[in-house]
């Protein structure tokens, strides 16, 4: 995994001090808060319902057992336990003191991370597939060039200040593990005629005003790929709508243009911006790859693994997958326990966490979009011991993209913005829908929540969404139908008027047997269902 350099570390330290100022200068009330607001945004620090909420970056989901480490100990030392690993791949703290958030961020910098355009309108953490170095499936790496994103993006002097804030993911398979077609840009990492490239989507977004992107490139050379950013970026900076915060995201500009003139403009543009040397390199590509070179693999490790415990077999299953390397695998840590918060995680669990990847995953941890955590380089000998190891700490749950695998936001339980509550539904669905075998024969179903528009919970994109909203002061759901945030991407659709807490636990709950009721067979999935039958029966099960 990649390392900082004399730069990323100074650069780092450097945000610290100047943090740490502004801070102490709040605090004296030498600056009111309006004024810190934007200076606090730029470091990742929000304030919430109940207290300030602290936004760590970990790029493209990459983290190191130390780095591990450090964030249990961020949770005991100036949180209350516990840290909640987002839709981003990143991790937020609830309960940040702001006198002690230079402290923290200070602590976060000796293990080469930070909190850096975690908000604000900048290009955001630069995400990825969870799997990436290790799929059997991709083209190569997309992590490398993930990175020089991030290192294009970090204090961009022309993108610190957007229209609106900007998300791009990079993936290097067929299978889409990071949701590109939902970004303001997806990177697909291609070969074509022996050259490695990229296909480029661009206008993707959830939120207010959900959007599915446009491809705009079958294929740019990876040489060339980031001068190409550089002119989108460029032509949304230009023309980006500064006057209306709902019509301010990238999606709005593609939409209104069209994405063939949206195109055309990004062309054009690439044309002044392709001269001017602003690619990295190959020197620079080369000393980044290197850092991601696959780890010391035990070329003798056994291709097999012992299924003759059943409530392994059933683990494996379901939450692990292939290696490019024989006698490896691919290990999948849920966090979503029955009756738990999706994402959370106590300090103690990171703490095991990381002692598990350096026995047995060679120190590094990947974040999941979908608030789960990887193990990426297991050898099949140890995943026996893994899994025990993790069974006693309540990690071992075996329902990856199953029914109670949800996504949920913070919510109103923490968040400023939400209408309504996530977690308390969430943990209901899980708790009713707990039966293994019972959701083992539903199958592949992925339940989205989110506590208001803005869709951090990217209901837009569930099999089955709910969308938190205030009606006349009470909180209400809506339920909605048929989304997708992998390689078949669509939008989920609203299926009638919303419902009580309850009552959303129950449609959901009609929603599923109309679908045990209608499918083709067990074999056919709750997605490909909806799109065969359409909205009918469900609306029938629901509301007849």
């Not at 990295?280 to 696959?294: G, K, L, M, S, T």
């Not at 997958?321 to 006698?327: R, V």
């Not at 029955?338 to 103690?348: Q, S, Y």
Request: contains cysteine; glycine residues 8%; hydrophobic residues 40%.
């Amino acid at each position: 995994m990649y390392r900082y350099d004399q730069y990323d570390q100074s650069m780092v330290d450097a945000r610290v001090d100047e943090f740490r100022d502004q801070v102490a200068r709040r605090l004296a009330n030498e600056i009111t808060e309006d004024q810190f607001k934007p200076l606090r945004l730029m470091n990742g620090l929000y304030l919430q319902l109940h207290a300030y909420m602290l936004r760590v970056a970990v790029p493209y989901g990459t983290l190191s057992g130390t780095q591990m480490r450090m964030l249990g100990h961020i949770a005991r030392k100036y949180d209350r336990g516990y840290g909640h690993f987002t839709t981003r791949q990143n991790i937020q703290y609830n309960w940040i003191k702001l006198s002690e958030a230079p402290d923290l961020l200070a602590e976060l910098a000796a293990v080469e991370m930070h909190a850096i355009q975690t908000s604000g309108n900048c290009i955001r953490n630069i995400s990825s597939d969870q799997f990436a170095g290790a799929a059997a499936d991709e083209v190569g790496d997309p992590r490398p060039y993930a990175e020089l994103l991030r290192q294009w993006s970090s204090f961009h002097p022309e993108f610190s200040f957007l229209p609106r804030k900007f998300k791009i993911a990079v993936i290097a398979t067929d299978i889409d593990r990071a949701a590109i077609q939902l970004h303001d840009i997806g990177l697909q990492l291609v070969r074509k005629d022996g050259e490695l490239g990229f296909k480029v989507w661009v206008g993707g977004g959830m939120g207010r005003t959900p959007m599915i992107g446009h491809v705009v490139r079958e294929f740019i050379p990876a040489r060339q790929y980031l001068s190409y950013c550089e002119a989108i970026l460029r032509v949304y900076n230009r023309y980006g709508r500064r006057d209306n915060i709902y019509k301010a995201r990238i999606k709005i500009l593609v939409h209104e243009l069209g994405a063939v003139e949206f195109t055309a403009q990004v062309e054009a543009e690439w044309a002044i911006v392709e001269p001017l040397a602003l690619d990295a390199p190959q020197a620079e590509y080369d000393r980044i790859v290197a850092q991601f070179a696959d780890p010391d693999y035990d070329r003798a490790a056994p291709d097999t693994v012992d299924r003759s415990d059943p409530d392994f077999a059933m683990w494996v299953d379901q939450n692990v997958h292939a290696h490019k390397q024989p006698g490896y695998a691919i290990a999948t840590i849920s966090l979503k326990p029955v009756g738990g918060i999706p994402g959370d995680a106590t300090a103690a669990q990171m703490d095991l966490i990381a002692d598990l990847a350096a026995r047995y995953a060679h120190d590094e941890i990947r974040v999941t979009h979908s608030q789960n955590l990887v193990l990426a380089h297991v050898r099949k000998a140890d995943l026996y011991a893994l899994w025990t190891a993790l069974e006693g700490a309540g990690l071992a749950t075996p329902n990856l993209d199953l029914v109670t695998d949800i996504i949920a936001c913070p919510g109103l339980d923490y968040c400023a913005l939400a209408n309504a509550r996530s977690i308390p539904v969430a943990q209901k669905i899980a708790e009713r829908f707990a039966d293994l075998d019972r959701q083992h024969d539903i199958g592949e179903l992925k339940i989205k929540i989110s506590g208001c528009i803005n869709a951090c919970g990217h209901h837009h994109a569930g099999h089955i969404g709910i969308l938190g909203v205030d009606k006349k002061g009470e909180e209400a759901y809506q339920l909605s139908l048929g989304g997708s945030g992998a390689e078949d991407a669509s939008l989920a659709k609203i299926l009638g008027p919303g419902f009580s807490e309850a009552g959303v636990v129950d449609a959901v709950e009609k929603v599923i047997e109309a679908y045990r009721t209608v499918r083709s067979g067990p074999g056919e999935r709750f997605l490909d269902t909806y799109r065969r039958v359409g909205a009918g029966p469900f609306k029938d099960a629901v509301y007849g």
